[in-house]
């Protein structure tokens, strides 16, 4: 049965899906398979490690560094240096991408972005955190020093992407542009089964996720979205129920396993809003249509923007595709 495959032997059954891949986006992907359970394993001793609480330092972004945003960092780059799949990383915890210069990495042919640890803010008090993922083909020649244009892709360009979510257990959800897949892992064996084969959206959707916190910063069509979503229709089953951890790889996974739309729009305290482009919005958008649904900045297609610098950042809606449509809706109708 389906239970039964592991990621690795899912990864090479499904390589035809990829075919100007010669074996390098599997061992890629297996890298990043190995480095989310190093990263699990001390995500889950934390507390006995005293690895929990805060770095005392502050990333590129001016957010707070906890510990294990750090630890998840190093393991990532560390992981997939030492293999010769990538020519260069980009992680949301640095302010410049690392080029990868030794000869085993001359003729990768592969970028990587990365979250490696989504939802840190939560972890001292025990709520799910994940790690996004985007692979890239680099555009630059192979045998020369990647450089800025090999990051600053857009969305449809991605090759693949995915995430890791350490919660109750911890599962690896990824797609190639075939479809979305998850698999969960058996800590007693060691590996990733297919558990989630064909993720797509539900048709329907009650969910709605979005800090209602940031509510009178908002701009008036998303708050007359919340307004609507929360209004009595039996037809339609509102009022929808509101779920938000915080944690983007939770709410997400949630709302594309049960049918939901999560936001983060603009607002007078993040005039662009909070999420990352290339480290959270991209993966997430092509992950959301993968699975059936929609992402947009709640005018323009998310995958088809073009980034303008590494950490840039932008509005996210991303969802049940009749969610989101209604909530780009509201947008437009109250632009001022």
């Known amino acids: 049965m389906d239970r039964h495959i592991t990621l690795g032997e899912f990864i090479i059954e499904n390589q035809k899906d990829f075919p100007y891949a010669k074996g390098e986006l599997s061992a890629l992907l297996s890298s990043i398979r190995l480095a989310g359970k190093v990263v699990n394993q001390q995500i889950n001793k934390a507390g006995l490690a005293e690895i929990l609480g805060k770095a005392g330092k502050e990333n590129v972004q001016g957010e707070t560094q906890a510990k294990l945003d750090i630890m998840a960092n190093e393991v990532f780059i560390s992981t997939l240096r030492n293999r010769g799949e990538i020519c260069g990383l980009a992680s949301e915890e640095m302010e410049d991408f690392l080029a990868f210069d030794e000869d085993m990495h001359k003729d990768a042919k592969y970028i990587v972005l990365i979250d490696p640890l989504d939802g840190s803010s939560n972890i001292d008090v025990d709520i799910t955190v994940g790690t996004i993922f985007s692979i890239y083909r680099r555009k630059s020649e192979t045998g020369n020093t990647v450089n800025m244009e090999d990051f600053l892709q857009p969305g449809e360009n991605q090759?693949?992407?995915?995430?890791?979510?350490?919660?109750?257990?911890?599962?690896?959800?990824?797609?190639?542009?075939?479809?979305?897949?998850?698999?969960?892992?058996?800590?007693?064996?060691?590996?990733?089964?297919?558990?989630?084969?064909?993720?797509?959206?539900?048709?329907?959707?009650?969910?709605?996720?979005?800090?209602?916190?940031?509510?009178?910063?908002?701009?008036?069509?998303?708050?007359?979205?919340?307004?609507?979503?929360?209004?009595?229709?039996?037809?339609?089953?509102?009022?929808?129920?509101?779920?938000?951890?915080?944690?983007?790889?939770?709410?997400?996974?949630?709302?594309?396993?049960l049918g939901g739309i999560y936001l983060y729009p603009q607002g007078t305290t993040a005039p662009n809003?909070?999420?990352?482009?290339?480290?959270?919005?991209?993966?997430?958008?092509?992950?959301?249509?993968?699975?059936?649904?929609?992402?947009?900045?709640?005018?323009?297609?998310?995958?088809?923007?073009?980034?303008?610098?590494?950490?840039?950042?932008?509005?996210?809606?991303?969802?049940?595709k009749e969610m989101v449509e209604k909530a780009e809706n509201f947008i437009k109708e109250n632009q001022s």
């Open 273 to 320: 809003g909070k999420l990352r482009l290339l480290y959270e919005c991209n993966p997430m958008a092509f992950l959301t249509e993968q699975a059936g649904g929609k992402a947009s900045d709640g005018l323009r297609r998310i995958m088809e923007l073009q980034p303008k610098e590494l950490h840039e950042r932008v509005p996210f809606l991303c969802g049940n």
């Open 159 to 257: 090759v693949a992407a995915g995430y890791l979510i350490y919660g109750t257990s911890t599962i690896l959800v990824y797609t190639t542009g075939n479809g979305v897949n998850g698999f969960t892992f058996d800590p007693g064996i060691g590996s990733f089964f297919l558990s989630h084969p064909d993720i797509k959206f539900p048709e329907k959707g009650n969910i709605y996720s979005v800090n209602e916190g940031n509510y009178v910063h908002f701009p008036d069509g998303v708050k007359k979205y919340i307004k609507w979503v929360q209004q009595i229709d039996e037809e339609d089953g509102r009022p929808f129920t509101s779920r938000y951890t915080g944690s983007l790889v939770a709410d997400f996974h949630r709302n594309m396993l």
